[in-house]
């Protein structure tokens, strides 16, 4: 299991990049960004940073959308990334949440997503495309890689995450939601041809390390706010037991009334009291070096191939130095000197 770390691009960057650096010391492969261009500093910037100041690990969005940039821009940002740092990008990407409702936006279409999915990632895989009655390539790329994972929740994102997707992103780690949404990903890839097992499957959630269960959970109930945001969005579609969507989903959000994006995302967000503990502990991953590696060890067993780590809270640095030095080595392969 490869572990990533989630960063907000607050003010300074320096920090930003600071924790990114940190981040790599402590054995974590890859470090993503929020991208909200209005709620937080442009992700692309301060990702050319940690690039630059790190050696290893991967970078990019979770998540970017297809609505506020063209897409040849984006795939332009990853190719031209590549070529500076050596393909140590990936590009998360979602239908939009914030940074497209805060401009009064509304989310883009199945077909939208699907297209952007292809569009950027053949530009930025160094090939042409077809692209509004055109074909283009960038002519100054060559070598470029990039893999385009889906964030999903629903039944057609999830659908369209097998069918195209080079790898899934759940933002969530309740296990047997968990085990529900990787099957539904992996019966399209097969229907779809391809090896579903070819797939990256991504969970990703606030991980906090800690004893004080009342403090850990309020650092940690926006999660429960922001997966809620989408949740709405199914049950307007579905209902709160149409779908297919386990129960457990959906049911939660029943006290739900509004959002405010202001706080979107953090720690002292004043829109979550609807989120219960349970919902919290289910979410996200916290406790104690064992309690994290228990959880870690049962979506491991689901096919989790990374789990990548929120840290919206205020325990940053010691969560990362025990990953580094107890959670990570506990679910890396261990090898022998001698036999």
Excluded at 35 to 48: A, K
Excluded at 264 to 290: E, M, S
Excluded at 307 to 326: M, P, S
Aim: hydrophobic share 40%; charged share 20%; net charge negative.
């Amino acid at each position: 299991m490869d572990f990533g770390v989630v960063l907000q691009t607050n003010p300074p960057a320096a920090r930003t990049v600071q924790l990114a650096k940190l981040a790599e010391a402590h054995g974590f492969s890859h470090v993503w960004t929020f991208d909200s261009h209005l709620l937080w500093q442009e992700p692309y910037v301060i990702h050319s940073a940690i690039l630059a100041e790190t050696k290893r690990v991967t970078v990019g969005p979770f998540v970017t959308n297809p609505a506020t940039r063209d897409w040849t821009v984006t795939a332009s940002v990853f190719a031209t990334l590549n070529e500076m740092y050596g393909n140590r990008t990936i590009c998360g990407i979602g239908r939009g949440d914030s940074a497209v409702r805060v401009t009064n936006g509304r989310p883009t279409t199945m077909a939208e997503l699907r297209e952007s999915i292809h569009v950027i990632r053949e530009l930025a895989n160094s090939r042409p495309v077809e692209y509004k009655g055109a074909t283009l390539q960038f002519p100054w790329s060559r070598g470029s890689e990039l893999d385009v994972w889906v964030a999903a929740y629903g039944p057609m994102a999830l659908k369209l995450t097998g069918e195209v997707g080079d790898g899934f992103i759940l933002q969530l780690a309740d296990v047997d939601i968990a085990a529900w949404m990787i099957k539904t990903v992996k019966d399209a890839a097969a229907a779809a041809g391809r090896d579903p097992e070819s797939l990256a499957f991504c969970v990703a959630a606030p991980m906090y390390i800690g004893d004080d269960w009342e403090h850990m959970r309020d650092q940690c109930r926006w999660f429960g706010g922001m997966v809620g945001n989408h949740v709405a969005d199914i049950v307007a579609k579905y209902g709160h037991h149409g779908g297919g969507v386990p129960e457990a989903l959906t049911d939660y959000i029943e006290r739900r009334r509004g959002y405010d994006y202001n706080t979107h995302g953090k720690a002292d967000n004043d829109h979550v009291d609807f989120v219960p503990d349970d919902i919290v502990d289910r979410f996200c991953i916290l406790g104690t070096a064992d309690e994290h590696i228990a959880k870690l060890e049962q979506l491991r067993e689901l096919g989790v191939t990374q789990f990548a780590g929120y840290l919206q809270h205020d325990n940053k640095e010691e969560t990362l130095r025990v990953y580094g030095e107890t959670v990570i080595p506990a679910l890396s392969a261990h090898v022998t000197a001698k036999k």
